[in-house]
């Protein structure tokens, strides 16, 4: 199972949005309304933002969305804030021999 | 409260064995799926293995015949028992602990360096 793609960067301004892919295959995004995102500042274990591609757990910031087209998600960050600049994480579920199927991750810098 | 608490990273050298525990509370490990997930220097997260609720298992092709994941009911501990480790094992292991309703990791631990160099 390869790893979903993700830009390796991205950016914006505070109170701008910014847009994250993050691309699979019909095996794994594309075949389940399973795509998680993850959030990770540095040195720190990720956190869970978005769960089935667009619902997020209690105290996330509805300022974090999700969604999915095809083969790829997309995680949307509007009105970017400081705490926002941080390393991203998309996953997908690929069946019970491989429950998670990462990206590569992508780095948030908020300008 | 959930919590997940790894331990017994280092430095070994390649070809040697290290067992990584992850000690849970807040749940009982038994009842759910857990995982370990691995990071490596400047890199992305890759999954590694997981233990569902019923003992079954998987692993990722990259260890695969090397590494075995196990629990201790009693001690509510996971455990991922690491044999031929290689440089490209190098990593920051983390514990994460699986919600199956929505096939994501809900918790992770805090992470446990391994470090394979001679």
């Known amino acids: 199972q390869s790893a979903l793609t993700q830009p390796p960067s991205a950016s914006g301004s505070p109170g701008q949005s910014v847009t994250i892919s993050c691309t699979g295959t019909?095996?794994?995004?594309?075949?389940?309304?399973?795509v998680s995102w993850y959030q990770q500042h540095p040195g720190k274990a990720p956190k869970l933002m978005i769960y089935?591609?667009?619902k997020r757990p209690s105290g996330v910031p509805d300022r974090f969305s999700g969604s999915k087209s095809g083969n790829t998600a997309s995680l949307t960050v509007s009105g970017l804030q400081a705490e926002d600049e941080a390393d991203y994480h998309c996953?997908?579920?690929?069946?019970?021999?491989?429950?998670?199927?990462f990206g590569t991750g992508t780095k948030v810098t908020v300008l | 409260e959930v919590q997940l608490v790894e331990t017994g990273g280092g430095l070994i050298q390649p070809g040697g064995s290290l067992r990584l525990s992850c000690a849970a509370s807040?749940?009982?490990?038994?009842?759910?799926?857990m995982s370990w997930v691995r990071q490596a220097p400047g890199k992305g997260l890759e999954w590694v293995s997981v233990?569902?609720?019923?003992?079954?298992?998987s692993y990722a092709d990259s260890v695969k015949g090397r590494f075995t994941i196990s629990r201790d009911n009693s001690k509510n501990t996971l455990y991922l028992q690491m044999n031929s480790l290689r440089a490209e094992d190098t990593a920051v292991y983390y514990c994460?602990?699986?919600?199956?309703?929505?096939?994501?990791?809900?918790?992770w631990g805090q992470g446990t360096l391994v470090t394979v160099s001679s």
């Open positions: 994460a602990r699986g919600n199956w309703n929505e096939r994501t990791v809900d918790s």
């Open positions: 807040g749940f009982t490990v038994s009842s759910i799926y």
């Open positions: 233990i569902y609720s019923g003992g079954s298992t």
């Open positions: 019909s095996s794994d995004v594309g075949g389940y309304n399973y």
């Open positions: 089935e591609v667009s």
């Open positions: 996953s997908s579920y690929a069946g019970s021999n491989t429950p998670y199927v």
